[in-house]
T-cell receptor, first 113, second 116 residues
Framework: AQTVTQSQPEMSVQEAETVTLSCTYDTSESDYYLFWYKQPPSRQMILVIRQEAYKQQNATENRFSVNFQKAAKSFSLKISDSQLGDAAMYFCALTGTASKLTFGTGTRLQVTL | EPEVTQTPSHQVTQMGQEVILRCVPISNHLYFYWYRQILGQKVEFLVSFYNNEISEKSEIFDDQFSVERPDGSNFTLKIRSTKLEDSAMYFC??????????????FGEGSRLTVL
């Protein structure tokens, strides 16, 4: 069984500052993939960033980067230079060889002026 | 840009009634999914569908649920006899291949189901 845990129900960050969202996971598979999805108030989830477990290098997409600690089973998301448009619910997700994604409970990010 | 579309956006129904939620996945995608999100809770996997059959389903997806792709474009989720606990946001998703290979799932905006 796979589990994903997001221990921060809500986070707040000031515009232009940096925030880190936490995620831990558990899986028995050796080959797996981790994702961060963003769900803005319009409700459609969109992919933010993706990490293959076999890659040691942390994934980066513009202002978004991850800190992937495989031994600790930790996969945090760092948002740099936060913008008002970053306000959303963020979900951490995991998949292995199965076709489904397993999601965490989400972290609601508020961005303040 | 192609997107996954879902209808209706919101449906209110009486307990015991049948509900059909509709989805139009992205046209060249091969894997289709239904997820649900009860208010304030996590997004839960219901079922995946590939090659015109269910490839995986969760414990939630019991005999009251069914899926089909009746015409090669629509992908529907039917709940035969709704219960109060079926009230949730239902998300359809599609991908070209397995998420491990294709890279991401594309989600629709969701259908909110309210069972009274």
């Amino acid at each position: 069984a796979q589990t994903v845990t997001q221990s921060q129900p809500e986070m707040s960050v000031q515009e232009a500052e940096t925030v880190t969202l936490s995620c831990t996971y558990d899986t028995s598979e050796s080959d797996y993939y981790l994702f961060w999805y963003k769900q803005p108030p319009s409700r459609q989830m969109i992919l933010v960033i993706r990490q293959e477990a076999y890659k040691q290098q942390n994934a980066t997409e513009n202002r978004f980067s991850v800190n992937f600690q495989k031994a600790a089973k930790s996969f945090s998301l760092k948002i740099s230079d936060s913008q008002l448009g970053d306000a959303a619910m963020y979900f951490c997700a995991l998949t292995g060889t199965a076709s489904k994604l397993t999601f965490g409970t989400g972290t609601r990010l508020q961005v303040t002026l | 840009e192609p997107e996954v579309t879902q209808t209706p956006s919101h449906q209110v129904t009486q307990m015991g009634q049948e509900v059909i939620l509709r989805c139009v996945p992205i046209s060249n995608h091969l894997y289709f999914y239904w997820y649900r999100q009860i208010l304030g809770q996590k997004v839960e996997f219901l079922v995946s569908f590939y090659n015109n059959e269910i490839s995986e389903k969760s414990e939630i997806f019991d005999d009251q649920f069914s899926v089909e792709r009746p015409d090669g474009s629509n992908f529907t989720l039917k709940i035969r006899s709704t219960k109060l606990e079926d009230s949730a946001m239902y998300f359809c998703a599609s991908t070209r291949g397995r998420p491990s290979i294709a890279g991401e799932l594309f989600f629709g905006e969701g259908s909110r189901l309210t069972v009274l």
